[in-house]
């Protein structure tokens, strides 16, 4: 049990870590964007990304090379979503998604959190193209929320810190869903043909034990390359790629364990290990420890080990990179009345409202119908202030926004006002939250409730 709540820490350590440098490129993208240097800014996220490969370009859509923006969106974007989607794997086969009696209360409360917002977004935003970012505020930012919950440090019981993670997951399902059914474009069958065929490669490779990460990885590559052409949107590829990475590894525990017994046992003494002279291993000293580590490697998963390996790239490279491309809005000339009408409104609202009444009623409802019972630690007061925290759309929100608006003739102003309402949203979300939390939640928690 001690293990479990270590690694859920640790998770949990390296989603609260992102969320703080999430808020620093955030706020230096703002910066940027409105002082001498916004003309350059701008100006770069067009510069053409190419990798060619004699006259292959990879990073081409239909013949056209990306641009830097576009690379970011489309192509370091998948890698994420393929996170996503080894996360989503990894918990329901052996996490808090694991069981429908664990799952249940966390994929409710997402579900409320994803109806109401979208539920109101229609309510108030008018027009056609204004509709088409319905489904903005219906994300919650894992890394921002998490970052603010550990704000508040050791007085957060575990249970409400796996109830924030594991709706964020199961929210992640929902916006996956809604790029794939909603913001793909004229679908190329020729492309998505050939990108289902590789899925299934993949499929039998991990049916087969096939375990070298390099095959899944090169594979996902041409899977992706193929979904980009194919008119369904290429981040769709890192999900469905990563469902397909086992999580089965090699050698099992029991067996790892005897190995290493049997090999440490063989480990011979150095002679000279008193002496203070330089140490220099012997031949089969060398050769033993190399068994040492081939046997580690065989008893982690390709599923975790890629998890474990793209957690770091991720929350300090990726999303903050596309956060500071994203979230810089160039405020000269910006109407500040807008936030208060049309789109910026109706995402504002979604966030705000929609999130917290969503999340906190359909908690409530499966609560006192006892399917569900409370998460160990919480009460109605911090289940109230960890809905208000799933208002924190961000990262996925500003995705949504730029499949939205991004390409429609026209629309650079509506995704302007779509990212002000993002950010205005998630940060009086992320006060409600915290303020409700910080009020009351224990000063101090025993041993049990840590």
Not at 414 to 425: R, S
């Amino acid at each position: 049990m001690k293990d479990s709540i270590f690694a859920i820490r640790r998770t949990l350590q390296n989603y609260t870590n992102g969320g703080y440098v999430l808020i620093m490129v955030t706020v230096l993208a703002m910066i940027i964007a409105n002082s001498p240097l916004a003309s350059m800014y701008f100006s770069w996220w067009d510069v053409p990304v190419s990798l060619q490969i004699g006259s292959f370009n990879l990073f081409s859509h239909h013949g056209e090379p990306m641009t830097l923006m576009q690379f970011i969106n489309d192509a370091l974007m998948a890698i994420f979503f393929f996170s996503v989607g080894l996360e989503i794997k990894r918990e329901v086969l052996v996490g808090e998604l694991s069981s429908v009696k664990q799952a249940l209360l966390p994929v409710i409360a997402a579900v409320g959190g994803i109806v109401l917002p979208i539920l109101i977004f229609r309510m108030v935003a008018e027009g056609e193209d204004i509709l088409r970012g319905s489904a903005i505020p219906m994300a919650t930012d894992i890394a921002f929320s998490l970052g603010i919950l550990s704000m508040l440090g050791r007085r957060v019981p575990i249970g409400l810190k796996i109830f924030l993670a594991t709706l964020a997951v199961a929210d992640d399902v929902g916006g996956i869903l809604a790029i794939a059914i909603f913001y793909s474009g004229e679908i190329y069958f020729t492309y998505l043909l050939y990108a289902f065929g590789l899925l299934v490669v993949l499929l039998m490779g991990s049916k087969w034990h096939i375990n070298s990460k390099m095959f899944y990885i090169l594979i996902g590559i041409a899977v992706w390359f193929l979904f980009l052409n194919s008119g369904i949107h290429p981040t769709i590829a890192g999900v469905l790629v990563a469902f397909c990475v086992p999580a089965h590894p090699v050698m099992h525990t029991e067996k790892f364990i005897n190995k290493i017994r049997d090999t440490v046992s063989r480990f011979p003494a150095s002679e000279n290990q008193e002496s203070g002279e330089t140490h220099i291993l012997s031949k089969e000293q060398l050769n033993l420890l190399k068994c040492v580590e081939s046997a580690s490697d065989k008893v982690i998963s390709p599923l975790q080990d890629l998890e474990d390996t793209l957690h770091p790239l991720i929350n300090y490279l990726i999303i903050p990179l596309f956060a500071f491309a994203n979230a810089g809005i160039a405020l000269n000339g910006f109407d500040l009345s807008s936030v208060f009408q049309g789109v910026s409104l109706a995402i504002f609202l979604g966030l705000v409202l929609g999130k917290f009444f969503g999340i906190f009623s359909f908690t409530f409802i499966a609560i006192k119908m006892r399917w569900v019972s409370m998460p160990h630690g919480a009460t109605w007061k911090t289940i109230a202030g960890v809905s208000a925290l799933g208002g924190i759309g961000f990262t996925v929100s500003l995705f949504i926004a730029n499949l939205s608006y991004g390409d429609m003739p026209g629309g650079e102003l509506l995704l302007n006002q779509a990212k002000m309402g993002i950010l205005l949203g998630s940060l009086l979300a992320g006060i409600i939250g915290y303020t409700l939390l910080n009020l009351f939640l224990p000063k101090h928690l025993s041993d049990e409730e840590l």
